[in-house]
Structures are given as structure tokens and as C-alpha cells.
């Protein structure tokens, strides 16, 4: 070993402590959780680590190392997988090297001298989010080629008392399911080829002892930020040893390594509690804050949408929009998006992606009197793209059907009309990139694009005959810098059919995700509440939609619509003339109340509650504890005569608070309740955390708001 590389390495945050194990061949997670003192030291820990021989069985156990491999005898899931040499499959590694740069950061290297392959890993635990951003890079130190086939971020071995696997899984326009699984002998395994992070198979888990839930009990959470395939692997080995591995999905021959090129792996987010899921929760939500927003976007208000597509969908016309541009503006609305249907030929979703101008029949005069209008008004301006596709039935396919992702001899399947574009074409990002400046570059009032990307990759061949997946996602965030650095001024939202793009990566070069195509207030808190896991409420798209949803056919009141959306990216996106004196009046109550509020909403520490499956509960907490916001909302009728006491969870239990119900504004009681006696009463934080307030009698599908203020 060499002289430059210690024992042991230890990373400190301010809540949890990381240490790795350099005493053998390859580094190695030692120990992960609760920051320990100086008292505890890591020839402790691998003392009362020390295992014996079994049966049956090799004599020292192969290490989970940060990249486990064959080469070691790994029998679990390897972290890499090489072929193209004679035994590049085989790596082992010896590291060579350490570089710790402080108490936050150090870096791994490791080399196989045989098969002359480098492994670097890069770790860093935020100080102040407690969160671990981990990379692995691979370099081909040889001279031939070396196909790689797999290669994960670095592999995290967890604690022998985390038997619970909460993952997140769904489907277009009900994503952020959370599905609950008693970790097995063996692997649940998880594998996404959609192209992109997908409705079906978000890449993050949590894995928790038995007893946890929101304010309880120790759990570590992962997310890879990776806009393409991913797969997620968490074992259970016979020797009672876990781990969980994620990486990039690659697909056969999508990365070769020609002499001195190296592939990295993303970046897996990794953080730990030892207080529950919330608290778990508050650890991604400050890093995102922190490290991902840009300082703009961490500055200002987000401003209020109103976005067309409910409202008219293709049905463009200029004075119609002015129309609906004069209603929202008087309901609060800041910004005005209009919605996919105003470019050349597109009078549905059958024709016009890729010709991105202007539709003179429908604009004769341009989008210039419209975006005057919408801006005189006092609203900001934003319009939708779809750059990476195309349809069959455009001017840009006639004339460039090759630039197209496709492979030789197979049909394509059919996807909503239209086929994906190859980024990996330089002539491709180069058309687009005009195309979106200039539209940028005509009207510099345009301030926000809503950026879609509706069909999944089927056939991911580029001109090259190359699967493309890996490259065409590093060439969409590099579109998207590249615009971004064109146009400074402008917001990006990524929005893929709604949830099928939410990622810390495409996070990373964007602004704003669109959470889901779903607007149904019901299903929105259940997405809503699954999304919360890793992302804050500022970068979650909640929108206030028709009073009978277009996706599920439900029905629901506008108080709790309204309700549900005012913990977001709050917006409105319906037709705003079918709207009844009742329903705008409510709104301009809803979204007022929001703009005061929304300085906390954005800010502050997510409190999800405990329920009893009748309703959905959370707290927005100020980091300092003298305001909050509680909502109770009622999805189904309660099995007993009447609910249970609500918990204000997450407030000081020392201070008093003077509680409030600020939603809604007219509540109607068939007999008086708890409600009319709290009201701007003062309460101790420890009677309203611990003891809780009994809930009113609600129909099911409504919702109410508390305010409190510390005195």
C-alpha cells in the first residue's frame, strides 16, 4: 500500500459522521450515521466488526467495497462491468492513493496495474444539508479498448438493522407511489430503459428500520441525478450484509474507452436520519437549496403561473389569450405560459414538432401584440418547447428524416406522432439552439420556457449506429446550458409528460419541474407528498385545475383545489371564463394568501405527518420556529363518528403560539367545533405538538390551513 494513504478516512457534517476503510485493497464504507464523538474511532468499529470463518464458506468475506468487483470474488452485484480485453471482466484494484482536502471531501483512486484500469472515487458530505454526493470514474490507463458495460456510483453498505425498502414508483400522471418491501435474502432490483428518468421507476429509495415513520426512527435516503436509464440495486447477502447500488443503465457498446478516456458515473445523493423521514427529507431540501438552485432563483418570489394547455389546448387565437390574459391577471397571476400549439403547423399533436416559428394563421401579426398585452398587464411571459422532438409531419423531418434516433430495419412504434431527435448530432443542437434564441432574441420579454419531452426513447441508435441514450442525455443538459448562457434571464421548467423528468440532474441545469400532468387535487397530494421526499416545495409545478379534472373525470370543490396547490410552484391552468363570481373570488383569497405566505412555503422545513390513511397531513416550519403553516386534508370520510387529533409536529414544544385557521375564509359547520373556540387563541408548543387538537367533522375532499405565529 502506498505511503499516502491512512487507515482510516473520516468525513463530518454537522449531523452525521462517514468513515471509510482504506485498510485493505479498495476503500470501503466503514461506518455511516449519526456523527460520532472523538472518543469513537474507527479501529473501534472494525474491532467489533470482526467476523469468523463460517461453514462452508470462504474464509474472509469479500468487501463491499465503494466499486465491488469479480476480482475481489464479489458475489453480489458488481459496481463494474468491463469487457473487451482478455480479462478487463476480472478487475481488482489496489488503492494507491488518497486525497483528503477537509473534514467534507476526499478522493480514492485505485489501480489494477494488470489490466491497467484506474478507479476514482469522489465523496463530499455537505456540512450544513448532511448530504453525500458520491462519483466514480473509471480511466483506461492500458492501450486497447475497453467496453463498459456497467459501472455504478459508489456502492453504500448499510447497517444490518435496515429491514424497510420504501421506493417510488407509478405511472403518467399518478407518479411518486411509494411502495413498502421487507428487505428478502436477494436483490430488488430496478431497471429503467425509457431514455429518460421515467413516470414509472423514479431513482430513489429509502431504506429504514422497522420502527420509523415521519418524526421517528433512523433511515438513509439515495438519488442518483440522472436524467436516462438508471438501474437501482439493494441486496441482502446470506451473510447479512446489505447494501444499495445505483448507476447509469448503459446500453451494449454505449461506452468504449479508447487509451486515456475516462467515463463517470452520476451523482448519487445519499443522506441519513436518525429522526424519521421528515428530517431525512430536510437534508435533500436544504442541499437543493443550497447547492442546486441558482442564487437568482434562490432570491426570487416564484411568481404565480397561469399556463393555457387546460384552458384551450390547441385552440390558439390572439385576442382569446388576451382574454384570458386580462381574467388571471385580476385573479394574481404573475406569469402567463403559453402552452404548446402556437408554432407552425401544429393544430394538434399529430404535426408540427421541429418547425419552430411563429404560425402565421394563427399570429398573422407574431406573438409580439400578445406578449405586449400579457406584459402591460404586469405578467411575465412563457412558452412551451419540445426541442428533442419532431413529427413525421413537419417541414424538419421532410427534409432531415436521418436525424432522427432510429435503428436499421426495425420499425418504430407509434408514440403520440412524433419521433425523438439525435442530440448526439452536433447539426441537430445546432438547428435548435437557433431555433429557441431566436424566438428568445425576437421577444427578450420571453422569460420562462416550459421545456417538454412527451414519448419515451424506443429505438436509441444515433448516426452512428450507436445506442445513444448516455450521449443524448449529456447532450441535452449541454442545449440547455448552452441557452441558458445565450439568455441568462430566462427560467427553465423541465417538464416530460409531467414526472417523467425529475431529477437532481436535469434539476441541476433547470429551474421549476412540472410534478405531474395530473391537476386532480386528490391524487396531486399523494404525488406531491412522494416528490417531497427528496425535492422542496419552490421547484414543485402545482397548479389549480378545472373543476372536473381532464385526466381522472373527478369532480372537486375549488377550496380544496386550491388548498392542495398553494404548497407548490402555485399556478392555475384552466379555462378562466368558465370560472363562476364564487370560484374567482376564492381564488384571488387562495393566491393573495400565497404570495404572503409563499416566503415560508419556500423556505421553510417540511413537517409530513402521520395519518390514519382518512387524510393527508403536513407542516411548513420556519428554520427558526415562530411561524408555520399545517394543513389538514380530508380524501375520505372517517371510519369512527369522528377524526382523530391533529399533532402540530416540528414546532418549538418551549414557545406559545397563537393559532389560526387562514383556509377557508367561510367555513360553513352544521354544528359549532374546536374551530370557532382555538381561533387566535394561544397555545403552548408542547399542547399542540404533543397533545394535539381535535379535528372537525369535514367531508370528505376538503381541506384547511392553520396558521401559527409564536408570541
Given at each position: 500500500?502506498?505511503?499516502?494513504?491512512?487507515?482510516?478516512?473520516?468525513?463530518?457534517?454537522?449531523?452525521?459522521?462517514?468513515?471509510?476503510n482504506?485498510t485493505?485493497?479498495?476503500?470501503?464504507?466503514?461506518?455511516?450515521?449519526?456523527?460520532?464523538?472523538?472518543?469513537?474511532?474507527?479501529?473501534?468499529?472494525?474491532?467489533?466488526?470482526?467476523?469468523?470463518?463460517?461453514?462452508?464458506?470462504?474464509?474472509?468475506?469479500?468487501?463491499?467495497?465503494?466499486?465491488?468487483s469479480?476480482?475481489?470474488?464479489?458475489?453480489?452485484?458488481?459496481?463494474?462491468?468491463?469487457?473487451?480485453?482478455?480479462?478487463?471482466?476480472?478487475?481488482?484494484?489496489?488503492?494507491?492513493?488518497?486525497?483528503?482536502?477537509?473534514?467534507?471531501?476526499?478522493?480514492?483512486?485505485?489501480?489494477?496495474?494488470?489490466?491497467?484500469?484506474?478507479?476514482?472515487?469522489?465523496?463530499?458530505?455537505d456540512?450544513?444539508?448532511?448530504?453525500?454526493?458520491?462519483?466514480?470514474?473509471?480511466?483506461?490507463?492500458?492501450?486497447?479498448?475497453?467496453?463498459?458495460?456497467?459501472?455504478?456510483?459508489p456502492?453504500?453498505?448499510?447497517?444490518?438493522?435496515?429491514?424497510?425498502?420504501?421506493?417510488?414508483?407509478?405511472r403518467?400522471?399518478?407518479?411518486?407511489?411509494?411502495?413498502?418491501?421487507?428487505?428478502?435474502?436477494?436483490?430488488?432490483?430496478?431497471?429503467?430503459?425509457?431514455?429518460?428518468?421515467?413516470?414509472?421507476?423514479?431513482?430513489?429509495?429509502?431504506?429504514h428500520?422497522?420502527?420509523?415513520?415521519?418524526?421517528?426512527g433512523?433511515?438513509?435516503?439515495?438519488?442518483?441525478?440522472?436524467?436516462?436509464?438508471h438501474?437501482?440495486?439493494?441486496?441482502?447477502?446470506?451473510?447479512?450484509?446489505?447494501?444499495?447500488?445505483?448507476?447509469?443503465?448503459?446500453?451494449?457498446?454505449?461506452?468504449?474507452?479508447?487509451?486515456?478516456?475516462?467515463?463517470?458515473s452520476?451523482?448519487?445523493?445519499?443522506?441519513?436520519?436518525?429522526?424519521?423521514?421528515?428530517?431525512?427529507?430536510?437534508?435533500?431540501?436544504?442541499?437543493?437549496?443550497?447547492?442546486?438552485?441558482?442564487?437568482?432563483?434562490?432570491?426570487?418570489a416564484?411568481?404565480?403561473?397561469?399556463?393555457?394547455?387546460?384552458?384551450?389546448?390547441?385552440?390558439?387565437?390572439?385576442?382569446?389569450?388576451k382574454?384570458?390574459?386580462?381574467?388571471v391577471?385580476?385573479?394574481g397571476?404573475?406569469?402567463?405560459?403559453?402552452?404548446?400549439?402556437?408554432?407552425?403547423?401544429?393544430?394538434?399533436?399529430?404535426?408540427?414538432?421541429?418547425?419552430?416559428?411563429?404560425?402565421?394563421k394563427?399570429?398573422?401579426?407574431?406573438l409580439?401584440?400578445?406578449?405586449?398585452?400579457?406584459?402591460?398587464?404586469?405578467?411575465?411571459?412563457?412558452?412551451?418547447?419540445?426541442?428533442?422532438?419532431?413529427?413525421?409531419?413537419?417541414?424538419?423531418?421532410?427534409?432531415?428524416?436521418?436525424?432522427?434516433?432510429?435503428?436499421?430495419?426495425?420499425?418504430?412504434?407509434?408514440?403520440?406522432?412524433?419521433?425523438v431527435?439525435?442530440?448526439?448530432?452536433?447539426?441537430?443542437?445546432?438547428?435548435?439552439?437557433?431555433?429557441?434564441?431566436?424566438?428568445?432574441?425576437?421577444?427578450?420579454?420571453?422569460k420562462?420556457?416550459?421545456?417538454?419531452?412527451?414519448?419515451?426513447?424506443?429505438?436509441?441508435?444515433?448516426?452512428?449506429?450507436?445506442p445513444?441514450?448516455s450521449?443524448?442525455?449529456?447532450?441535452?443538459?449541454?442545449?440547455?446550458?448552452?441557452?441558458?448562457?445565450?439568455?441568462?434571464?430566462?427560467?427553465?421548467?423541465?417538464?416530460?409528460?409531467?414526472?417523467?423528468r425529475?431529477?437532481?440532474?436535469v434539476?441541476?441545469?433547470?429551474?421549476?419541474?412540472?410534478?405531474?400532468?395530473?391537476?386532480?387535487?386528490?391524487?396531486?397530494?399523494?404525488?406531491?407528498?412522494?416528490?417531497?421526499?427528496?425535492?422542496?416545495?419552490?421547484?414543485?409545478?402545482?397548479?389549480?385545475?378545472?373543476?372536473?379534472?381532464?385526466?381522472?373525470?373527478?369532480?372537486?370543490?375549488?377550496d380544496?383545489?386550491?388548498?392542495?396547490?398553494?404548497?407548490?410552484?402555485?399556478?392555475?391552468?384552466?379555462?378562466?371564463?368558465?370560472?363562476?363570481?364564487?370560484?374567482?373570488?376564492?381564488?384571488?383569497?387562495?393566491?393573495?394568501?400565497?404570495?404572503?405566505?409563499?416566503?415560508?412555503?419556500?423556505?421553510g422545513?417540511?413537517?409530513?405527518?402521520?395519518?390514519?390513511?382518512?387524510?393527508?397531513?403536513?407542516?411548513?416550519?420556519?428554520?427558526?420556529?415562530?411561524?408555520?403553516?399545517?394543513?389538514?386534508?380530508?380524501?375520505?370520510?372517517?371510519?369512527?363518528?369522528?377524526?382523530?387529533?391533529?399533532?402540530?409536529?416540528?414546532?418549538?414544544?418551549?414557545?406559545?403560539?397563537?393559532?389560526?385557521?387562514?383556509w377557508?375564509t367561510?367555513?360553513?359547520?352544521?354544528?359549532?367545533?374546536?374551530?370557532?373556540?382555538?381561533?387566535?387563541?394561544?397555545?403552548?408548543?408542547?399542547?399542540?405538538?404533543?397533545?394535539?387538537?381535535?379535528?372537525?367533522?369535514?367531508?370528505?375532499?376538503?381541506?384547511?390551513?392553520?396558521?401559527?405565529?409564536?408570541v
Amino acid at each position: 500500500m502506498a505511503s499516502s494513504v491512512p487507515n482510516y478516512v473520516y468525513l463530518h457534517s454537522t449531523l452525521a459522521t462517514l468513515i471509510i476503510n482504506c485498510t485493505g485493497k479498495t476503500p470501503a464504507v466503514l461506518y455511516w450515521g449519526k456523527r460520532l464523538d472523538d472518543a469513537t474511532n474507527a479501529e473501534m468499529l472494525s474491532l467489533l466488526s470482526t467476523r469468523q470463518e463460517v461453514k462452508c464458506a470462504v474464509k474472509v468475506e469479500a468487501p463491499i467495497s465503494l466499486t465491488p468487483s469479480m476480482g475481489e470474488g464479489f458475489t453480489g452485484g458488481p459496481g463494474i462491468e468491463l469487457s473487451g480485453t482478455s480479462d478487463a471482466w476480472s478487475i481488482g484494484g489496489q488503492l494507491v492513493s488518497v486525497t483528503q482536502v477537509d473534514l467534507q471531501s476526499a478522493v480514492f483512486v485505485s489501480v489494477d496495474d494488470i489490466r491497467k484500469i484506474q478507479i476514482e472515487h469522489t465523496l463530499h458530505l455537505d456540512k450544513l444539508a448532511n448530504v453525500l454526493s458520491a462519483q466514480s470514474k473509471v480511466t483506461n490507463i492500458g492501450e486497447q479498448a475497453i467496453n463498459v458495460d456497467y459501472f455504478a456510483a459508489p456502492t453504500i453498505s448499510m447497517p444490518d438493522h435496515m429491514t424497510k425498502l420504501l421506493s417510488f414508483e407509478g405511472r403518467w400522471s399518478y407518479e411518486f407511489h411509494r411502495q413498502s418491501v421487507d428487505l428478502f435474502l436477494g436483490s430488488v432490483l430496478r431497471e429503467n430503459r425509457k431514455g429518460k428518468t421515467s413516470h414509472d421507476n423514479f431513482p430513489g429509495v429509502v431504506l429504514h428500520e422497522e420502527s420509523a415513520h415521519e418524526q421517528h426512527g433512523e433511515c438513509y435516503g439515495f438519488h442518483l441525478g440522472w436524467s436516462g436509464n438508471h438501474r437501482t440495486r439493494v441486496e441482502l447477502l446470506p451473510e447479512q450484509r446489505t447494501y444499495v447500488q445505483m448507476g447509469e443503465l448503459l446500453m451494449p457498446s454505449e461506452c468504449t474507452l479508447q487509451s486515456n478516456e475516462s467515463y463517470t458515473s452520476p451523482t448519487l445523493y445519499c443522506a441519513y436520519s436518525a429522526s424519521g423521514f421528515s428530517d431525512l427529507s430536510a437534508c435533500f431540501h436544504e442541499y437543493v437549496r443550497s447547492q442546486i438552485l441558482t442564487p437568482k432563483m434562490k432570491s426570487k418570489a416564484r411568481p404565480v403561473h397561469y399556463n393555457t394547455w387546460e384552458g384551450i389546448y390547441f385552440d390558439h387565437d390572439t385576442e382569446t389569450l388576451k382574454g384570458l390574459a386580462d381574467i388571471v391577471a385580476d385573479l394574481g397571476a404573475e406569469r402567463f405560459v403559453l402552452d404548446d400549439g402556437w408554432f407552425k403547423g401544429r393544430r394538434g399533436d399529430f404535426a408540427g414538432l421541429g418547425d419552430w416559428t411563429v404560425d402565421e394563421k394563427i399570429y398573422p401579426d407574431g406573438l409580439g401584440p400578445l406578449i405586449k398585452h400579457v406584459n402591460d398587464l404586469g405578467l411575465e411571459f412563457g412558452i412551451w418547447f419540445e426541442p428533442e422532438m419532431v413529427n413525421p409531419d413537419s417541414d424538419l423531418y421532410r427534409a432531415h428524416p436521418e436525424w432522427v434516433l432510429q435503428t436499421q430495419g426495425n420499425e418504430q412504434l407509434s408514440f403520440r406522432n412524433q419521433l425523438v431527435l439525435d442530440l448526439t448530432r452536433k447539426e441537430v443542437c445546432e438547428y435548435l439552439y437557433k431555433c429557441v434564441c431566436d424566438i428568445l432574441s425576437e421577444h427578450p420579454t420571453i422569460k420562462y420556457i416550459k421545456w417538454d419531452m412527451n414519448r419515451d426513447i424506443n429505438h436509441a441508435g444515433n448516426f452512428a449506429g450507436k445506442p445513444a441514450v448516455s450521449a443524448q442525455t449529456h447532450a441535452l443538459y449541454k442545449l440547455i446550458d448552452d441557452i441558458k448562457a445565450a439568455h441568462p434571464d430566462v427560467e427553465i421548467e423541465s417538464c416530460s409528460s409531467g414526472g417523467a423528468r425529475v431529477d437532481f440532474g436535469v434539476l441541476s441545469h433547470t429551474d421549476r419541474l412540472w410534478t405531474s400532468d395530473s391537476n386532480d387535487a386528490l391524487d396531486r397530494l399523494s404525488i406531491q407528498k412522494g416528490c417531497s421526499f427528496f425535492f422542496p416545495s419552490e421547484v414543485m409545478g402545482a397548479h389549480i385545475g378545472p373543476r372536473d379534472c381532464h385526466i381522472t373525470g373527478r369532480h372537486i370543490d375549488i377550496d380544496m383545489r386550491a388548498a392542495v396547490s398553494f404548497f407548490g410552484h402555485m399556478g392555475m391552468e384552466m379555462d378562466p371564463r368558465e370560472l363562476t363570481d364564487h370560484e374567482k373570488a376564492r381564488l384571488k383569497i387562495i393566491i393573495a394568501l400565497h404570495k404572503k405566505h409563499r416566503g415560508l412555503i419556500h423556505s421553510g422545513k417540511l413537517e409530513r405527518l402521520e395519518s390514519d390513511g382518512n387524510s393527508s397531513d403536513f407542516g411548513i416550519v420556519s428554520h427558526d420556529k415562530t411561524q408555520a403553516l399545517y394543513a389538514y386534508n380530508s380524501v375520505t370520510e372517517t371510519k369512527r363518528t369522528a377524526p382523530k387529533k391533529y399533532h402540530f409536529k416540528g414546532i418549538d414544544e418551549t414557545k406559545s403560539y397563537r393559532l389560526n385557521m387562514i383556509w377557508p375564509t367561510d367555513l360553513k359547520e352544521y354544528s359549532e367545533s374546536v374551530l370557532s373556540k382555538v381561533e387566535n387563541q394561544v397555545f403552548t408548543g408542547q399542547a399542540l405538538s404533543q397533545f394535539g387538537m381535535q379535528l372537525p367533522i369535514q367531508f370528505p375532499q376538503s381541506a384547511l390551513i392553520f396558521e401559527l405565529n409564536a408570541v
